[in-house]
């Protein structure tokens, strides 16, 4: 049986952003604005989304404290927000970590508890939030397609998912023109996060054959265009493409999981700060390796699009991927400490490490941590 969940409505392509104001209308009048303080910000993005809802005589009130890796203590005040200014729609306009939090306000608002309660399981997501909007700024976390949200409680140094199928945004605008902003490296590690997403979620336990056409078209436009949206970033044909390769990816890895390297990402996120796109990409040609034993035949077919003759060459074809994108091999940078190894690996079983395609023990764990940091 395959099931797959997403956004009711997807407007995808140049100019996308247009139609949002007509998509609030269908919700409310009232909006909550969430964002951060980004270069898209600076670059009049924010403006002109404020300008497009005013026009139609909706309410916008801002709420621009997202930051990167949001807190628990960020939703906590959006909610207030939403539940003084009476709103009746959030949006998300900005990357992965802005949407996340808008989506964990409009699931909370409504709701008697604290997010604390619902994020440690305490009590159970029941019934809808306030309709959430998704507009991403960015091509790669596809957190517009998902049912979930990575959160970080500050005071315990735990990042994890608050998640609920009805999480899922009722509209998501992927404008490609909102990602002429991004500099390089922002380009590259957003970039790498949907390609690590894409290549998990085509040898994941769960994929299926209709995440596996996505995810294997994703890895293809992913793998061919990344590279020059990263050197010509203003270049709107390739963004484009790679928005497209990042949408695709989304709508697979929302359905069929993920694997190692987005286990092993969350706590060098919690604990060392680096970048999840990054972490994922350094990661990804070691955790291939680990994997490579069950599940060859894939990896085969991967090579083969990429022009690689196989699965065996993926790893090192990865990795020159990473240099051609300007992006680290390894972590020395965070000075990683060995003895944090055993925390790193126990904090690493979260929902995407079950859907590896093998099951990989800690030592086996450890070893591909020892080779990166
Ligand atoms: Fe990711």
New binding site residues.
Partial sequence: MISLRYPSHIIFGKGALSELADEVSNFGKEVLLVTGRTAMRRAGVLDKVCKLLSHEKIGVHLFDEVEHDPSLHTVRRGVEVVRRKKISVVIGLGGGSVIDAAKAIAIVAPKEEDVKRYYYGEVPIEGPGIPFIAVPTTAG??AEITNNAVLTDSEKKIKKSLRSPFMVAKVAIVDPELTLFCSPFLTAYSGM?AF??AVECFISRASNPVTDTLTLRAIEILYNNLPFAVQNGEDIEIREKVALGSLLQAMAFSNAG?GAA?GL?HPLGAHYNIP??LA?GVLLPYVLEANMCVCREKMDIIAEKLGAEKADDLPHLFTEFLRTINLPLDFKKWQIKKEDIPVLVRESKGGSMSKNPKDLVDEELSRILKKVI
Wanted: with cysteine; proline share 0%.
């Fill in positions: 976390t596809g996060d690590t997403q993920l987005h990402s999840h796109g994922c």
